[in-house]
């Protein structure tokens, strides 16, 4: 007569041990061996943590996981017109950041200016929007007549014109806020 010795499945780390040589009904065992285990990893890299993938009778299965919880801190940056602010290392854990142009976020830039001023890129050239500025140009000015400024320091004669008042005087003064006094006398800034 044979008789037939139901082995039991053993798990990673486990090996299987007789632990009864009876001839008649041979005992086995599943018997954990810790040091046949994949060793736990060490997560070096930044954001990273160790988790547990899955846990056996004898063996945890461990893998490095992205925590953005475990991240440095990494401000978004202040852009500067027309900039916007975009991930500068894709598919990597933690997020830092940088300044890219994006021309559809730029104003329209001016098309024309009123009479006696012109229009001046005044952008720099690393710039991402383009920006013009309309700017004083006298040699525009039409034909004006001629209007007193007052006798006060800083005020000087025809700064600039408009389509309404021909001639205007301005007071430039370094330290001091731009006022203006039209042909009626009325002054403004």
């Known amino acids: 007569m044979f008789f037939f010795l139901t082995l039991q499945a053993c798990e ?56 953005r919880d ?28 940088e300044c890219q142009c994006d021309h559809s976020q ?8 009123a009479v006696g001023y012109k229009l001046e890129k005044t952008s720099t050239a690393d710039a991402c929007c383009e920006v013009y500025e309309c700017l004083c140009d006298e040699s525009q000015c039409p034909a004006t007549k001629t209007v007193s400024c007052p006798s006060l320091p800083g005020y000087r004669y025809g700064f600039c014109c408009d389509q309404l008042t021909f001639l205007r005087c301005c007071a430039r003064m370094q330290q001091l806020p731009r006022y203006f006094l039209a042909q009626d006398g009325s002054g403004g800034t």
């Not at 730029?106 to 200016?113: V, Y």
């Open 70 to 97: 475990a991240c440095p801190s990494s401000p978004v940056p202040e852009c500067e017109g027309g900039e916007i602010a975009v991930v500068s290392n894709p598919g990597e854990c933690c997020p830092t950041y």
């Open 12 to 67: 990673a780390g486990e090996e299987l041990e007789v632990v009864d040589s009876d001839l008649c009904c041979p005992t086995a065992t599943c018997v954990c061996k810790p040091e046949t285990c994949s060793q736990q990893p060490t997560c070096d890299a930044v954001g990273h943590v160790l988790s547990i993938v899955e846990e056996e009778r004898c063996c945890v299965t461990y893998e490095c996981v992205c925590s």
């Open 106 to 113: 730029c104003q329209p830039p001016l098309s024309e200016c």
